[in-house]
């Protein structure tokens, strides 16, 4: 199905099928696949007891890297491939701001973290690490400014966090199938 077909009725198919179909594939060099990644994520944002839309976005924090216009393997090679306006924009006819917000903040943080906490980046895996000087390192002190006016940046702290934790080999959580009910409730309004 064409993204130009999607729409409230269908997204959730397709969204599943991406996972289904794209989820196994490598995830920047970590230990664990796409999928795996953001399953865990959500794992995490539910442990910690967030909202159902943070859950999701959790969950579909990374889905740019399927849905945008470079390769899967952009950030490895070095170019920065806007994963999370790719995935926020993708999301944002079907979801509120609540869940595109913080997918779109999800790298913003990254960078904020490593500007303002000097420990942040001894937390961040190699990959990550790689991919922070890609997109542009840490935030200068007016992105910093920027980024703690926007309303859902506290929201992607939290997500950015889960991100982090999300990358661990052999854990054992629930396939992305068994969130349907609550990806579908997350859903905008018709």
Do not use: W
């Not at 542009?136 to 966090?161: C, I, W």
């Amino acid at each position: 199905m064409a993204k130009s077909e999607l729409n409230r009725g269908n997204i959730v198919d397709f969204i599943l099928d991406l996972f289904a179909h794209r989820g196994a594939e490598e995830y920047m060099g970590e230990s664990v696949s796409m999928s795996q990644h953001m399953e865990q994520t959500a794992a995490c944002a539910i442990a910690d007891g967030a909202s159902d839309e943070l859950v999701i976005a959790a969950l579909l924090h990374d889905i740019g890297h399927f849905v945008g216009d470079f390769p899967i393997d952009a950030l490895e090679n070095g170019i920065n491939n806007c994963h999370e306006d790719a995935g926020s924009a993708f999301l944002a006819p079907f979801f509120p701001a609540s869940v595109t917000e913080p997918i779109r903040l999800h790298v913003a943080a990254k960078k904020y973290l490593c500007a303002v906490d000097p420990n942040y980046t001894n937390r961040l895996s190699d990959a990550s690490i790689e991919s922070l000087n890609v997109q542009g390192g840490p935030m200068s002190t007016s992105e910093v400014e920027d980024f703690e006016s926007n309303p859902y940046h506290q929201t992607a702290l939290k997500a950015r966090h889960y991100d982090d934790d999300g990358k661990i080999v052999g854990l054992d959580i629930k396939p992305i199938k068994d969130y349907r009910a609550q990806i579908e409730a997350s859903l905008r309004p018709e």
